[in-house]
């Protein structure tokens, strides 16, 4: 489970290295430009996808004591502040440099999981139950489905925009062994 689930935050990191490098290439005003998206422009949709991985980081901490190894890999991050406007250029080059602090912060986090945090309740509220929640490796799957999707939702309008983007595939170099870091 652990080779599998950094797979899947190490794809996290490859597609939104892949987003950026795209929408950078924009200017301010097209990142910014009302897409009709429910997060509005393209810069929108990035910020959600970061928020998406910081909220997702936030509850994984309250899955653990304080002194746990893996929450150390989380700790670079809570001093970690997304810029809500992302219409000035060093606001947005501060929301991309926060992704590789968060998709690094992702990669150790899972790195330092051993087998039995992968089944450790996370707390969810919105999932019901009693108490409310879910497994870790449910929680971290449904992190990679959440990238995936708005990236999916970038993918729509940079086709709109006839700017090609492919990012949905597995880097080749992701496949190959060893996944996890010795």
């Known amino acids: 489970m652990?080779?599998?689930?950094?797979?899947?935050?190490?794809?996290?990191?490859?597609?939104?290295?892949a987003i950026l490098s795209l929408i950078q290439t924009l200017s301010?005003?097209?990142r910014e430009k009302e897409r009709g998206s429910y997060y509005g422009s393209l810069s929108g949709l990035v910020r959600h996808i970061a928020e998406g991985t910081l909220f997702f980081q936030g509850l994984f901490k309250g899955a653990f004591s304080p002194e746990a190894p893996a929450l150390k890999a989380l700790s670079p991050l809570e001093s970690l502040a997304l810029p809500q406007d992302t219409a000035a250029e060093e606001h947005w080059k501060a929301l991309v440099a926060a992704f590789e602090?968060?998709?690094?912060?992702l990669?150790?986090?899972v790195s330092a999981l051993d087998a039995a945090d992968f089944t450790i309740p996370v707390p969810a509220p919105w999932y019901g139950g009693t108490p409310p929640s879910v497994p870790m490796y449910f929680l971290l799957h449904q992190l990679t489905m959440h990238g995936a999707h708005h990236r999916g939702q970038i993918s729509q309008i940079l086709d709109e925009l006839k700017i090609a983007n492919d990012y949905s595939g597995i880097p080749a170099a992701l496949l190959a062994p060893p996944l996890v870091p010795r």
């Open 107 to 109: 990669i150790r986090f």
């Open 28 to 30: 301010p005003a097209e």
């Open 101 to 105: 602090d968060l998709d690094e912060g």
């Open 2 to 17: 652990k080779e599998t689930c950094l797979l899947f935050a190490q794809y996290h990191k490859a597609g939104n290295q």
